[in-house]
Nanobody, 126 residues
């Protein structure tokens, strides 16, 4: 069983930055695609960013391209999401997730990810 624990959320003004972290348990982290999703109140959970096993391939949802950066440190079993130039519409609960298939490319469908963290709240004030 894999456990994912997010941290780093909080309240920030528009234009500010936050760095989210997600620490994973287990021995298979370095061979699994990781993703970040977010869910705003009253809305469905949506893909934000994903990263391949070694970090060589990343993929972003259009609205965060150029502002967010996903990265990973396999030695620490941790994936990160650096969020810059934050906007009020980025306000949501952010979740990290692990794809348990053998795919080595980020996938955008939440149903492809079997393990999820508890989420961390990000609030961007205008």
């Amino acid at each position: 069983q894999v456990q994912l624990v997010e941290s780093g959320g909080g309240l920030v003004q528009a234009g500010g930055s936050l760095r989210l972290s997600c620490a994973a348990s287990g021995r298979t982290f370095s061979s699994k695609v990781m993703g970040w999703f977010r869910q705003a109140p009253g809305k469905e959970r949506k893909f934000v960013a994903g990263i391949s096993w070694s970090g060589g391939t990343t993929y972003y949802e259009d609205s965060v391209k150029g502002r967010f950066t996903i990265s990973r440190d396999n030695a620490k079993n941790t994936v990160y999401l650096q969020m810059n130039s934050l906007k009020p519409e980025d306000t949501a609960v952010y979740y990290c997730a692990q794809d348990v298939s053998r795919a080595n490319y980020p996938r955008v469908d939440a149903s492809e990810y079997a393990y999820w963290g508890q989420g961390t709240q990000v609030t961007v004030s205008s």
